[in-house]
């Protein structure tokens, strides 16, 4: 099993800047991609950002430029470098870690934390 922990949300005006950190902890040695995910109210919950063992990324279109995610493996640790926030990245945003155990692939996923960007 693998929980996830995120902090760092909260509320800022539009153009301002957060960082999120999610801390993974239990078989973390069988994570492969950790990512971050966020859910407006009435949407549907979209993938931001991930980034593999590796160090590979991907990121959604509406977030590119603007966002960093980047990983500390020694430390289990994923972050989400949030510049130049709009109203609309007003969301509840989740962390996410596929793993492989077994041959057998999952998905944990951390309790959320809210990010308000005002205008």
């Known amino acids: 099993q693998v929980q996830l922990v995120e902090s760092g949300g909260g509320l800022v005006q539009a153009g301002g800047s957060l960082r999120l950190s999610c801390i993974a902890s239990g078989s973390v040695w069988s994570i492969n991609i950790m990512g971050w995910y966020r859910q407006a109210p009435g949407k549907q919950r979209e993938s931001v950002a991930a980034?593999?063992?590796?160090?590979?990324?991907n990121y959604a279109a509406s977030v590119k430029g603007r966002f960093t995610i980047s990983r500390d493996n020694a430390k289990n640790t994923v972050y989400l470098q949030m510049n130049s926030l709009k109203p609309e990245d007003t969301a509840v945003y989740y962390c996410n870690a596929e793993h492989i155990r077994l041959g057998v692939v999952g998905n944990s996923w951390g309790q959320g934390t809210q990010v308000t960007v005002s205008s």
């Open positions: 980034i593999t063992t590796g160090g590979g990324t």
